[in-house]
């Protein structure tokens, strides 16, 4: 499985972006896709994940109504509609997939196995 995320930039205070996770080769051994973010100096934190029917979907507190992951089986991608931006979501977002899910929705850095490259994401006041 690879992934390929786009959508990052620049942004003001109270705008919107939409990031993409595309994903290729055996994307039927994807059981999760979870959205993470790295701000400088901190560390890698969840956003949002979701099974990779969509059936289930987890948001942090610190997006919850804000941003929203939603997932296309047809395009093999995965969004995230990012609302009303702050700029403490300033940071590099990743997408992560995760191969050997279990029931629950994993929601840290080591559960998932197949990891994008970063795109930016700065949100400026």
């Known amino acids: 499985v690879q992934l390929q995320a786009s959508g990052g930039g620049s942004v003001q205070a109270g705008g919107s972006l939409r990031l993409s996770c595309a994903a290729s080769g055996r994307t039927f051994n994807i059981d999760y896709m979870g959205w993470f973010r790295q701000a400088p100096g901190k560390e890698r934190e969840i956003v949002a994940a979701?099974?990779?029917?969509?059936?289930?979907?987890y948001h942090s507190d610190s997006v919850k109504g804000r941003f929203t992951i939603s997932g296309d089986n047809v395009k093999d991608t995965v969004y995230l509609q990012m609302n009303s931006l702050r700029t403490e979501d300033t940071a590099v977002y990743y997408c992560a997939a995760d191969l050997q899910g279990g029931s629950v929705i994993p929601t840290r850095p080591y559960q998932y196995d197949v990891w994008g490259q970063g795109t930016q994401v700065t949100v400026s006041s």
């Open positions: 979701i099974t990779w029917g969509g059936s289930s979907k």
